[in-house]
């Protein structure tokens, strides 16, 4: 059974159609990745599922429990969290605070010191930051501590939008690089990644979204050695 099914996702704004029924799954543990084009529509598709985004029509199931009309709140507290594109981290706030944001769905305060100690372990420095200002942080110490802050409400899914997003190669490296430790805990991963090389490289499954359209599917490593996704994504 899988962990995540998206079945006949529309999604449109105004007389636009974003999504044009797309379905898809994620099982428990993969990495998949949904790799196409700016404007393809990938991030509407996690808004859409995370319940940040009206659906216009079609399914959200999440652990065999409907979440299509959920709201986002609700959702974070089943065990889902999502990572935003631009790390919209709350900039007047330290890192600190940003991080018991993450927690907010949970009320037991060891387990909280317990949460927050294991984030620190993973990300070093935002513990040397932890009374800085989340605004004055570099770009990429913002996405560790969006990432952070989602690892705080414990979540069994975690989605990803453009984590690497205007970062130097050797962030990109290190944010991956805590991807897949993230996976390896067991925490399942839905990645949205203009970067497709990357996302392909480590993702089980990914799929290939065209204005709206699901267009491909398949194993990662095989898609990447498809002629037609070489073209359009890998840059070869």
Same mark, same amino acid.
């Given at each position: ?32 990745? =949904? ?71 949970? @009320? ?22 932890? @009374?800085? =200002? ?32 205007? =970062?130097?190669?050797? =962030? ?34 990914? $799929? ?16 990447? @050695? ?6 359009? $994504?890998?840059?070869?």
């Amino acid at each position: 059974m899988a962990m995540l099914e998206v079945k006949d996702l529309e999604v449109n704004y105004g007389v636009i159609k974003a999504i044009k029924g797309v379905s898809f799954e994620v099982n428990k543990g993969e990495v998949i990745s =949904l790799i196409g084009a700016n404007g393809a529509g990938k991030t509407s598709i996690l808004h859409a599922i995370s319940g940040l985004l009206n659906k216009t029509n079609g399914t959200v199931r999440f652990e065999d429990t409907d979440i299509t009309n959920v709201p986002a709140h609700r959702i974070v507290a089943m065990g889902m969290a999502h990572v935003p594109e631009g790390r919209r981290v709350f900039a007047q706030l330290t890192v600190l605070e940003n991080l018991k944001l993450g927690a907010y769905t949970r @009320n037991d305060k060891n387990e909280l010191e317990e949460t927050l100690n294991m984030v620190y372990e993973r990300f070093p420095r935002l513990k040397e930051r932890k @009374n800085q =200002l989340a605004g004055t942080l570099s770009g990429g110490e913002q996405q560790m501590l969006a990432m952070g802050r989602a690892l705080m409400s414990h979540p069994r899914l975690i989605l990803m939008d453009e984590p690497s997003m205007g =970062l130097s190669p050797i =962030l990109v490296e290190e944010i991956f690089s805590i991807i897949r430790d993230i996976s390896a805990e067991g925490v399942t991963v839905l990645l949205v990644e203009q970067n497709a090389k990357k996302a392909l490289s480590i993702a089980d499954r990914a $799929y290939v979204l065209e204005t709206g359209n699901i267009t491909l599917e398949g194993d990662a490593k095989e898609l990447m @050695n498809d002629e037609s996704v070489k073209k359009a $994504y890998l840059g070869e």
